[in-house]
């Protein structure tokens, strides 16, 4: 009867804490996320780099969670349609946007008023890649190396022009940066869409203009442009003759990148921002995630979330001075 008894008493005990443990335990946030279908809007044209790269994304995402992963395209006015409706969104964890590099760290800088803030309205949780540019020149230019549009630019002050699509882009940012970099003075002239860029590059309306393979690479492939110099820290694998700004004659640590990333709205749950986070890097280093990259100029930017954070702080710095050398600013 006493061994019973114990027995009875040593059961009901642990019934008892296992009780309050199972209790004290709060499920994670994370856990059943996606509990629905979810939005990731995009400023960028459909067909186009970026919007190509989101898309097999939310395939894989889509995959990955048993959800529809929904991409919405609203491109137009500077990225700002796209932002307005996500922002007026402002729900969970269900609704995302993918953004560039002007979004989060020129237009800040750039413009009076924005309809957005950057650090209060935007959790950036994860880069999807980033590219380099080209200097793109006709292919009959009589310019060689960047040192000698340097030159020349130096010997007719205002004279040499580039172009670019709007005004605070990253290739027009990343032609003032060289002026600064140089102390030269060169024309900017803005055409409506990319394809009638590069065409004014090859006929030789413009001296030059930044361009990535995804953007200058079909007027590369036609023989129509060459490619002088690249505007990263090292010659890139898919061009090794192709020798950077400052083997070209140009200044000493010039860079110049392009990159997107996907952001929640400012005080999602960190635990579910935390697996998008962990899904999407898993996504992105899947092969054939590489294989496009390669074949769009792109490639993957693994980085800890404090290391980007860091990143996008020193672009930001980066792209104040620039617009502030150049005296930039639009309403």
């Keep these: 009867?006493?061994?019973?008894?114990?027995l009875r008493a040593a059961l009901a005990s642990a019934a008892l804490a296992a009780s309050h443990t199972a209790r004290?335990?709060?499920?994670?946030?994370?856990?059943?996320?996606?509990?629905?279908?979810?939005?990731?809007?995009?400023?960028?044209?459909?067909?186009s780099g970026p919007e190509t790269v989101l898309r097999m994304l939310a395939d894989k995402l889509q995959k990955k969670w048993g959800k529809p992963v929904?991409?919405?395209?609203?491109?137009?006015?500077?990225?700002?349609?796209?932002?307005?409706?996500?922002?007026?969104?402002?729900?969970?964890?269900?609704?995302?946007?993918?953004l560039d590099n002007v979004h989060l760290a020129a237009y800040p800088h750039l413009f009076n008023r924005l309809p957005y803030?950057?650090?209060?309205?935007?959790?950036?949780?994860?880069?999807?890649?980033?590219?380099?540019?080209?200097?793109?020149?006709?292919?009959?230019?009589?310019?060689?190396?960047v040192g000698d549009i340097v030159a020349d630019a130096r010997a007719r002050p205002g004279m040499l022009n580039y172009g670019s699509w709007s005004v605070g882009n990253p290739v027009h940012l990343g032609s003032a940066l060289l002026e600064s970099m140089t102390r030269t003075q060169m024309q900017h002239v803005i055409y409506k869409e990319t394809s009638m860029l590069y065409a004014a590059v090859a006929n030789g309306e413009l001296n030059f203009a930044l361009g990535s393979?995804?953007?200058?690479?079909?007027?590369?492939?036609?023989?129509?442009?060459?490619?002088?110099?690249?505007?990263?820290p090292t010659r890139q694998g898919t061009f090794p003759d192709v020798p950077t700004v400052a083997e070209s004659g140009g200044p000493a640590g010039y860079a110049l990148t392009g990159w997107t990333?996907?952001?929640?709205?400012?005080?999602?749950?960190?635990?579910?921002?935390?697996?998008?986070?962990?899904?999407?890097?898993?996504?992105?280093?899947?092969?054939d995630f590489k294989e496009r990259f390669a074949t769009l100029g792109?490639?993957?930017?693994?980085?800890?979330?404090?290391?980007?954070?860091?990143?996008?702080?020193?672009?930001?710095?980066?792209?104040?001075?620039?617009?502030?050398?150049?005296?930039?600013?639009?309403?």
């Design 24 to 47: 004290g335990q709060t499920p994670s946030p994370s856990a059943d996320f996606p509990t629905k279908s979810v939005r990731i809007t995009t400023p960028f044209p459909v067909g």
């Design 298 to 331: 792109y490639e993957p930017f693994p980085t800890t979330p404090e290391q980007f954070s860091g990143f996008v702080t020193s672009e930001s710095a980066k792209f104040a001075a620039v617009i502030r050398q150049a005296k930039l600013s639009l309403d």
């Design 1 to 6: 009867m006493n061994r019973r008894t114990t």
């Design 213 to 232: 393979l995804a953007t200058a690479g079909p007027m590369l492939r036609g023989g129509r442009v060459r490619f002088i110099a690249v505007t990263a």
């Design 117 to 145: 803030d950057a650090a209060k309205d935007f959790d950036v949780i994860a880069p999807l890649f980033r590219t380099y540019f080209f200097v793109v020149v006709a292919a009959g230019s009589p310019y060689r190396t």
């Design 261 to 287: 990333a996907v952001a929640l709205s400012r005080g999602a749950p960190r635990p579910i921002a935390e697996k998008i986070r962990r899904d999407v890097d898993a996504a992105l280093a899947e092969p």
């Design 70 to 98: 929904i991409v919405e395209n609203k491109p137009g006015a500077n990225g700002f349609i796209a932002i307005e409706q996500f922002k007026r969104a402002q729900g969970d964890a269900h609704d995302l946007i993918q």
